[in-house]
């Protein structure tokens, strides 16, 4: 059984274009459902998705395919992403759109990096050109050369 759920999920904040077949981690606390046929999955109950370059953790996650390419990745539910170098995002959503490319993280959006930190109602990171939009009425963003980042939210492992 292709287990392409995994692969989608782990995917969703890599630079790469395409998603390659580095190794995939993952754990569900309340099951994983996969349906060949209709080319969806589902994980539920404290989702993490390991991945040498990124690590995703969320209440849910649904994810459709087509063939071996992601479509589409949705995550809801106190959704953390932690990238390698310290980059942290948090949002209520996460979805992940293969055809732009992108990923939008909606409901008190915000990543934060050792130097920046970025919040809006919501935030469109474009994967191909690595540009951040923050969007919405409390749209803000503070830039602190040498501060540490804010570790706010819920706790998400680091990557291995």
Not at 40 to 60: H, L
Not at 149 to 154: D, N, Q
Request: glycine content about 6%; overall charge neutral; proline content about 5%.
């Amino acid at each position: 059984m292709r287990l392409l759920l995994l692969i989608a999920l782990a995917g969703i904040t890599a630079p790469e274009k395409k998603l390659d077949n580095r190794p995939v981690e993952m754990t569900a606390k309340g099951g994983l459902w996969v349906d060949l046929k209709k080319q969806t999955g589902i994980a539920k109950g404290d989702v993490v998705v390991r991945r040498d370059d990124v690590t995703v953790c969320c209440d849910r996650a649904e994810a459709t395919f087509m063939k071996n390419e992601v479509q589409r990745v949705e995550c809801t539910g106190n959704v953390v992403i932690v990238r390698p170098d310290g980059t942290r995002a948090h949002a209520d959503k996460a979805v992940f759109e293969a055809s732009t490319d992108t990923v939008t993280l909606t409901g008190k959006a915000r990543v934060t990096s050792t130097a920046a930190d970025l919040e809006g109602e919501s935030i469109v990171y474009d994967i191909a050109t690595d540009k951040l939009e923050v969007q919405g009425s409390k749209a803000r963003f503070r830039y602190k050369p040498e501060a540490e980042a804010a570790e706010k939210g819920r706790p998400c492992p680091p990557p291995s």
